[in-house]
């Protein structure tokens, strides 16, 4: 072997850079610890300081764990949740690009019309100048989220339309997304990748519960996610309730009607509790202190369900996950008689109360049945190992590509 053969050979067979605003949260991490174990990967992230999700509060970058991918945390400027600029990416990414390896990742975890995107990816256009096109040229990924068709401003064509032509592939969440991005116009690779979540962090109570059953809600209080017509409904009808146990936890612009709603449930007998915003790092314990998850989502001119984390979290902590058929909920919870059309609030009802005979005759065969379930489908390390083969055939394709 030759010491140019004995390099080559020693040399990552390709480097993952990950760019994306949610990896503030240390539970979303754990995936990219998974990719970075497949057979000649290297990978890196790139995260905000700080990060405000659409009805969240801020969140501050949390530490990382160090069994993770390097972490490099960077200040941003946000003029908008789709416009966000990462101070010293340039540097990130000049130094990204010197290290060796064979084939070269970035993937932007943004959407394609965002100003975020032409942000990063004119950056990585200086870098490379900046560092002579030393080395293999990287790929550029986006991730497509919007699963209803939008006619966008002017410049937010023109961003989306160069975007679509620079992009050497973008990852969706569901068909619904893929079709969004086909109606604007885009003709390169889609390719799927599901929510995903740690198994670690996210796992049935081995010790099995007792007495009422436990139901809740949690997302964020905002007119889309069904949360007032759910609470009308149980307190017009508190029956559907006996029994049982109703926590809500959320914050959002209808937190103080939820909390005076809540209140009126407790009136009519319901041991009800309102439970306010609770931290990513909490939520596992309150899929745990629960048997069933109600998701009532309703579309809206401007947004429907896009995924639905909360159901593949809950899921996987052994929680039976009710939900509307808006978006992508049917596709995620998979089971029939687990989905209610939305704004059918007695067919809600109904699919409610088979869900509670469905646990009380047994509960801890339903939370293993549903945590299989979730694991199977959704578990970080099953989601590397596709995105891990997905990418390399992306690499193949564009590498015969470039050869003809």
Avoid at 75 to 82: E, G, M, S
Avoid at 83 to 101: E, I, M, T, Y
Avoid at 130 to 146: A, T, V
Avoid at 268 to 291: C, H, T
Wanted: hydrophobic content about 40%; overall charge neutral; some cysteine.
């Amino acid at each position: 072997m030759t010491t140019k053969d004995s390099l080559r050979t020693s040399l990552p067979t390709v480097d993952l850079l990950i760019q994306w605003q949610s990896l503030v949260v240390p539970n979303y991490r754990s995936f990219f610890r998974e990719l970075a174990k497949h057979p000649g990967w290297t990978v890196s992230m790139i995260a905000p300081d700080k990060f405000r999700e659409g009805g969240m509060q801020e969140l501050e970058c949390a530490p990382n764990d160090p069994r993770n991918p390097p972490l490099t945390v960077l200040p941003v400027k946000r003029f908008h949740t789709q416009a966000v600029w990462f101070d010293g990416l340039l540097k990130a990414l000049r130094s990204w690009l010197q290290k060796p390896a064979e084939r070269k990742v970035y993937f932007c975890f943004t959407e394609p019309y965002a100003l975020t995107a032409i942000f990063s990816w004119m950056t990585l256009v200086c870098a490379r100048i900046m560092s002579g096109f030393g080395g293999p040229k990287p790929i550029f990924l986006l991730y497509g989220f919007q699963n209803i068709y939008k006619q966008f401003p002017l410049p937010l064509r023109l961003v989306q339309g160069l975007m679509f032509h620079v992009a050497d592939g973008i990852f969706v969440a569901g068909s619904e997304h893929e079709a969004v991005l086909r109606r604007h116009g885009y003709k390169g690779p889609c390719i799927r990748l599901p929510m995903w979540f740690d198994p670690e962090v996210f796992t049935p109570d081995d010790a099995g519960h007792d007495g009422d059953i436990r139901i809740g809600y949690a997302g964020s209080l905002l007119p889309e996610k069904g949360i007032t017509q759910l609470l009308d409904s149980l307190i017009e009808h508190p029956e559907s309730l006996r029994g049982c146990t109703f926590d809500v936890a959320g914050g959002g612009q209808l937190k103080d009607e939820i909390s005076e709603k809540v209140q009126r449930l407790l009136s009519k007998g319901v041991n009800a509790r309102f439970l306010g915003s609770i931290s990513s790092s909490d939520m596992a314990g309150f899929y745990r202190g629960i048997d069933i998850l109600i998701v009532p989502s309703r579309t809206a001119q401007h947004w429907k369900e896009q995924f639905g984390r909360v159901i593949v979290e809950a899921m996987a902590s052994g929680v039976a996950v009710i939900g509307s058929d808006s978006g992508e909920i049917p596709f995620v919870i998979a089971d029939p008689e687990r989905v209610f059309p939305e704004n059918d609030m007695v067919r809600l009802t109904q699919v409610l109360t088979l869900a509670v005979e469905s646990v009380r005759h047994g509960r801890t065969r339903e939370r293993e049945r549903v945590s299989q379930d979730a694991t199977t489908r959704f578990a970080d390390h099953r989601v590397a190992r596709q995105m891990a083969s997905d990418i390399e055939g992306l690499l193949d394709t564009h590498g015969r590509r470039q050869l003809t």
